[in-house]
Structure formats: structure tokens, C-alpha cells
């Protein structure tokens, strides 16, 4: 069963391979694109969810100095539940796809769904997989089929400049992984996972450095400042990629990972306080950002950065569980936003927000989900969102932290901002004509599962607390109940004073461009840097490299018709030669001593 | 006369080749149907008192050495004939129709003359078989179709061969006035005389003659040009096969004393030189003859890089060369000889579009030609592969290298040969013609053959 887990999960990156070489026969096969891993993925959930106990899979990989490499895949509740989600939001977000891809041209279909497969596949065992080695291999695989993904529309120049942002700092990241896992390996002499995190309770092993590494990496993949740059430029991509990215993908793999090796990254305080610091700083600078963007989408991806940094915040205070929690319920919310606003970007065919005024009419489904997705996004109480986030500043005001507190607090009211920003915006609350846009179920279908997830805050509570036991937060009524104050007056000045509020705050729109000075850097070094290199690159290697390997082949051509003039046909010329050649042998024997002309003889 | 069993399979070889002479002179019979019965029965009788029945060791005063591997060499030697005479006898052409016993009668003697050379351990035999395996080739050179160029052709084969046989003699003198000996493991090989050093040279530059080394290979581009067609199977490889065995046997007799180096040293000279200038001569070449001649030099470089290497397993490696490049270019021949409009001015531009005429010759060509070039799958990857491997093991990196830059550059003339087979198109209009049947079962052996060994390379390790 274990084994056979693995392989169905990879059926879908052939069956679209297979698919996409019929398609350019004229076989009408496009509609299983979507149809067979959809299958397949709610088969393998259905699978998850009826079988309890699955026994792990450990695959003999290398063995290196008599250390083994194994790939290990654990089917525990911690990974399954992971697991679970993304194969939920991925499968509806397959049907999502067919629809909205329908306007493609068709033969990019094929690629569309084949870089969709191995992108959930690989995330789909990166959740399961319990040995640094096979994360690092999926790891990659992610980063690699994100970098098609986002540049799926390879017409858009723009587009490809943002896929090859976001690859070249994922890369970068992934080096730092890498070495790290390299070092990890050396000093430990191994890699699994259980096995590291008892070494590291047990003995004193110093793996301060590597881990350090890791955490970069996880950093660069998780569009934490200072990589902060790549994760708005990727919104470039197709909708339902950005919300596969942005929810329970790639941008939270790199939390998974640090809440597997949570027992090895405590031991060492620094790197808690580093996740602690860059998890404010993201968590802070996000919000800021969302709420002075102007873009929909870019709007989404800050405020995913912004959430992210609250998990890895929580990760640094001690409080691994919590950020597991912000990262389940984070997923649900944040899908449905993206492909809410896919539906509006596709009916309206602009994602900036002033053109979206008033586009969504209060008293219909989509008003509905609307309310609901942003009500999920400032946790309002009840609502997914909430009781995770509360729980995180809860357990920080626990710990006295009073200033990061703070500033976490501002944090949450431009999360209620934005958020207002997107809800009064968008929704109409003087409808003209009352008739309804018709929807296509393929869009509204998905986005209902997901409104009914985001909306049971409870209920997603309930099912994660079956898995793994939440730390009990002391907290009383009345914090809560100063949270949903201070959110709810946020959005109630917001909807009263919302001219003057956008006319006062926006003159300190300097001061968040400021905090994004970084991505002036990433995209001088880009410019700068990495063209001129490969423009040197190239001249490199068509000039001197070419030059100097097609010039062997021009010699012996050139030595060949030389030669071929010494064949005239003159049998006395030839004799004579032979003669010359003779007499030389002999001058050469007598000039040459005993040593070897084409190497010892042994 | 006790003695006569070690040669019976030459003896045989010589019946075979006195009673085909017979057949010419019979008027009311087929002659080419007991040409070719004859010449089946009698190589196979042979063949399989080789196999067999030939006992092993030395004899006729020392003079002589049968063993496996002489044996295993004569075999070859043999069902290379047997293939090429086929082809002969089954020929059409006008010069061929009426003398095909007598062209049987000639070549035969000269395989004879080949194994005798195989087996000799002595300098007076070793001459003798030489000129054996000579004469008759001269002979049949001369009866090309166009007579003058053949007459010409052969006239220089009979000049260079005759330069290189007085070579051999005067070799053989100065080693005698230093030993008192013509046998070829005498102890004198181990002192460091100058006269055996000079003695070597005189061998080495007849032997350079015989296999076309450069730079004594003159002769070989006019030859193959204006020789009959049809004896171009036996012509590019009894004669340098039988020599090349020789040269083994000498070296591994060589070894067995302390070896002057000088006689490594030049012998490398000639290799080196028959590598590199054999692949960049045959690189322009527009005839196909002149460029199928050229191209047998880095062959022959190849094949004596393997004989002289001290290596017990070289033996091996040599009977896998010998095996391969006899076929290889045996059944290449054969495919020449079948297209209907061949004639010695044919140039590379003239297979043009071969595919769309006759797949089954171009196909088959194709196999032989890459076989040839050393293309991994075929045999001739692992008769290159063994020998770079063997000389990295004796003579360090520099001789792999050159085998390497060679079967780089070989390819490029090969593939310019089948690169022309598919993909140009035709110049004359499109004719499909009808391969002759033996013809087509000949060049299917040899196909055969060549893939067998490309895939098992071990293959003729297992037989013998």
C-alpha cells in the first residue's frame, strides 16, 4: 500500500505526458487532461482518508562512507493531514483550471496540466516524504515546475521575466539547502529525519551552520524578506497556479519542513530568534504592502507573505503546532481568494482595483463567498482564519513579548485594511440591475467547497486537533474580544472614511516603497549582473569555444586537400618518397636513444 | 612425410584450387555451378580441418608453428575468401564471364600463401610465403576492365611489392651475418647490435608495404581504383590480415627477449603516422575507392597498435579487429559490387538516393559503414574500444588519444558516405533494380556477423 501510494500519485505526470503527444493528432483527448488526474488525486484522498495505518516506505538511494541514504516516506497524522489538504484544494483547483484554461490556445493545455501534475505530485510527496534527501529532490521538482507554471503564458515577456526571477532566487535558496543538507549529512551521518531529531535531543551535535542554511532556503522559497521579491512578481502566472502556489504549495512547504525538523532548529536559540525576526519583518512589511498595492493579485500575494511570516514568527517562539495550525487554515482561505479573483480578473479583464469598483453585487453567491473569504483573511472571529492567528499573538503577549506584540498588532490592523480595501471595493451595495451573472459550476463549484471550509472555523479546529494536540494558550474572553473590536472599528472607519483614509496614508507611500528597497537590488543584480554575464556567456562561447572546436575540423580538411596533391601518380615520385621515409627511419634511430616514443612499456 | 598432417588444410586449399583449374578446361559442364561446389566443399573441408583435425605445435624443422590461434586466423583467412570467391564466380561482368575459374584458381593460391605466412617462424619460408601470397595479386590486378589503368595500376603493385620483398631479403641477410640464424626466436633478438635494429627497419618498412602503413601506402589508392572490382573483398583484407598476424607472432616472439625500445620506437612511428595522416587523407577524398583505400590505413594502424602490444589479451582483441574488418569490409565490397552501374569513377555523389533504389543494399551498407567508423553497437566500436584500452595499459595515454581523434574523424567520412545513401535525392531518375540472390545471401552473412559481434563482442573468444 505504502509503495503503491507513491507510484499513483506520479501516474498523473505520465498519463498527461501520454496525453500530450496524442494531442497533436486530432484525437478530441483535451478534456481528459483534467478529467484523469482529477481522478486520480481524489481517488488517492479518498484512499488517505479510508485506510488509518500505513506503514512507512524507505527506499535504499546511496550509500556513502557506509552511510546509507534513504528515501523515507512516513504516513504519519502530522504529514497526512498536509497531505490532505493539498490534495483537496488541488483537486479543486484541477476543476477550476479546465474551465478557466478553455480559453487558451489548445495545444498549451497539454503543458498547462502536465506542469499542474507534477507540481501537486511532487508537493503531494514532499508532505509525506520524512528524509531531507527526497524533500530536497521534491523541493526542487516544485521550483521547477512553479518556474513553467508562472511563465505559462510564454508570449508575455513580462511573464518570463517573472518566471526567471522567481526560479533564479528559489535557486539560490536551494544551494543554501543544499549544502546544508550536504553538511548535515557529513557531521550526522544521516539524513533522516526521526533519526536527526533524536540525535539532537540525545547529544550535543553541532549542526548550528547547516541548519542555518536550510533556513535560507526555506527563506528564498518562502518569499521571506529579504526574498520577498519574486512572490508578487509570480502573480504574472495563471490564477489557479498562483492560488495553488500561495495556499498550501510551495510557499508553505518550506513551514512544513521546518515543523518536521522543529526538535533539531530548537536546539540552537539564534535561529529561532532569526525565524522570529524575519518571520515580524515579513509578517509586517507584507501587510504595509497589501495595503498600499493596487493590484488584486499582488494585493493577495503580500498578504501571503504577511501570513507566513506570522507562522515562521510562531515556529521562533516555540510554538511549532501553531504554525502548523496558521498553515492549514491559511490554505483554505487564501485558495478561495485567489480563485475568487480569478473569476472577477476573467469577467472584468483588469486586475487593478479601482477598474474592479463595485463589480461583485452584495446579494448573490459570489457576494457571499466575497464576504466571506475577507472576513476569513482579517480573522473575524469564528471564521477559519481567526483562531490560529489569535492563538499565535496570544501565546506572544504569553511569552512577553509585548513589543513584537505590537508590532504584530499593527500588522493585523493593516490586515483588516486591506482586507476592507478588497470588500468595499469590490462588492456593490446599490445594485442597479438586479439580474445575475451565470457562472459556469466548474468555477463556482470549487469555490463553495472552499467558502464552506473558510467559513467552519470550528470545524477545521475540531479536525486538526484530532492530529496533533494545539498547546494550550492562556487566554481570556476579553482578548479576543479586543481583537474583533479593534478589527471590527478598522473596518468600520475604513468603510466610512475611505477617501480620507486613502488620501492621508498614501502620503506615506514612500515609506513602504522604502521597505522594498530590496527588490531594486534583485532586479539591478538581474539587469546588471546576470544579462551582462550571459551576454559575455554567449559571446564566450560561440567565438572562442566554437572557434576553437571548429577550427580543429577547418585544419584537417585544409591538411587532407594538402595531402591530397602529394597523390599524383607518379610511381617514381612515390618510390623516391619511400626511399626518403626509409632513410629517415634510420636517422631517427640513430638520433633517438632507447627511450619510448609513445610511452613506457609497463 | 609424417610431417604432411600439419598442413592439410593448406594441401586441401591447393587440390581445391588445381581442381578449379580442371573445371576451366571442361566444356560440357555448368562451370559456374561446380565452381561454386568446388569452391563450398573444398573451404569447408578445410575450414573444418582447422577446427579440428589440425594438430598443434612446431614442425618441418621448426621451420613452422600451428597453433589455436593460428588456426582460429586461418579459419578467418579462409570464409573471407570463401566469401570474396563466391562473389567471383556468381559475377556477371565480361572479364569475369569466362575466367572466373582461373581468377579462383590465383586467389586460392594466395590464401594458401597467407596461411603459410601466418604459421612461418623463419625467414627463408617467411619470404617465400610472401611472395606467394604476392604473385598472384599482381597478376589479377592487371585484368581490370579498363585494361591500361590496370596495367598501369598493377605494374606499380608489382614495383613496390618487389621493393619491399628485396626490403625482406636484406633484412633477412643482415640478421643472419649477426646470428648465424634465420629463425625468428633466435637469442640474437636480445643484444643490442645495431645490424639487429637495422635488420628490424628492413622487416618493419616491408611489412609498412604489405599493410599499407603510412607513409609507404602509395600504392593502395591507385590500385584499388583500377583493379577489377570484384577482387577488392579479398585485396583490402587476406593479404593485410595474414601480414598483420605475422607481425603479431614477431612481436610476441620479441618479447620474450629483452626488446630493443628503437624497434618500439619505430614501429610507433609508423602507427602513429597511419592513424593520424590515414584518417585526414581519406577526409576530401570524392572517389569511393580512393577514400575506401585510405580509409583501410587507420584500420591497418589500429590492427598493428594491437599486435605488437605485449598484453596476453591482445590476442583476443586481435581476433575480434581481424573478424569485424574482415566481414565489415567483405560484405561492404559485396554491396558495391551489386549496384548495376558501379564502375571505378564512381564517386561519392553517385550513391546518391541509393535508399529509394534498393533499401536492402543501403541498409546493409549503412551497418557496414558504421561498423567500419566504430559506431558503439557494432563491431567495430569494440575493435577500437579493446585496442585503446590495451594501449592505455602498455603505452600510456597518448596512443588511446590518436585512436580516438581518428574514429572521430573517421566518422566524418563514413557518415558523409550515408549521409549521401539517404538523405540526397537521386540525380538519375529512380530504378528500382533486383539484387542477385547469392549476392544478397553473402552480404546477410557478413551482416550478420557484424551485429553478432557488435552485441557480444566475446563471441569469437567462445568458438575457438
Known sequence: MNKSIIILSLLPIFITYLISFFNFKKLELETLNYIVPTIIYSSLLFILFSIPNINSLSIPFLTINGNDINLIFDYIDKNLLMSKVVLIISTLVLIYSSKFIEGEERRSHSRYFLFLSVFISSMFIFTISSDLFSSFIFWELLGLSSYFLIGFWNKDSEAIKSSTIAFWITRFGDLFFLAGIILIFTTAGTLDINNLNQIASNSNLDIKFPLLFIVIGIFSKSAQFPFNIWLPKAMKGPTPVSSLIHSATMVVAGVLLLFKIYPLISTSIGLLNLLTTIGIISSFIGAIAAFYEEDLKKILAYSTISHIGLMFLAIGISKPDLAYFHMFSHSFFKSLLFLFAGIVIMLNGTSKLENLDSSIKLKSTMGAILIIACCSLSSIYFFTGSFSKEYIIFSMIDDGLYIEGLIILFGVIFTSLYSAKILFTLIDFNPKNESLDKIDLKFIGPLLILAILSLSGPLTMSIFNKSIEITKVPHSILWILALQILTFSTFYIYLKTKDIINEKLYNFRSLSDSLFVTDKIYLEIYDKVFKSTSIFIAWFDRNILDGLINFIPFRIIYTSKKLMGLQNGQAKLYAVRSIIFFILLILLIIVTSDELIIGALK | MDQIKFLLPEITLILLSFALLFNSLIDQIDKRITNKILLIIGSLVSIILLLNENPQGYFLNDTFENNTLTNTIKVLLVSGTLLSLLLISNSKSEQFKNFFNEYCFLLILSLVGGMIVVSSREFLTMIISFEILSIPIYLISAMGPNSKKSIEAATKLFFFGTLSTVFLIFSAVLFYSISGSTYINDIAWSTKDSVIVLSTIFLLVTVSFKCALYPFHFWVSDTYESAPMNILPFLSTIPKIAIIAFVFFFFQNLYNFNTNNQIINIISILIIGSI?????????????????????????????????????????????????????????????????????????????????????????????????????????????????????????????????????????????????????????????????TINIFLIIICVIITMALGINPNLMTKIF
Open chain 2, 276 to 436: 593520424s595522416f590515414g584518417s585526414i587523407l581519406s577526409v576530401k577524398q570524392n572517389n569511393l575507392f580512393r577514400l575506401l583505400a585510405y580509409s583501410g590505413i587507420p584500420h591497418a594502424g589500429i590492427l598493428i597498435a594491437c599486435a605488437i602490444n605485449p598484453l596476453p589479451v591482445s590476442s583476443d582483441f586481435l581476433i575480434l579487429y581481424f573478424t569485424f574488418y574482415i566481414f565489415s569490409n567483405v560484405g561492404l565490397f559485396i554491396c558495391l559490387n551489386s549496384l548495376p552501374k558501379i564502375n571505378k569513377d564512381f564517386t561519392i555523389n553517385d550513391l546518391s538516393g541509393l535508399y529509394k533504389d534498393s533499401s536492402f543494399i543501403a541498409i546493409c551498407l549503412t551497418i557496414f559503414l558504421l561498423s567500419l567508423a566504430g559506431a558503439p553497437l557494432f563491431a567495430g566500436f569494440w575493435g577500437k574500444f579493446n585496442v585503446a584500452l590495451i594501449s592505455y595499459k602498455s603505452f600510456g595515454l597518448f596512443l588511446p588519444i590518436l585512436i580516438m581523434a581518428s574514429a572521430a574523424v573517421s566518422f566524418y567520412y563514413y557518415i558523409k558516405i550515408i549521409r549521401f545513401i539517404f538523405l540526397n535525392k537521386s540525380i538519375d531518375q529512380t530504378y528500382k533494380f533486383s539484387t542477385n
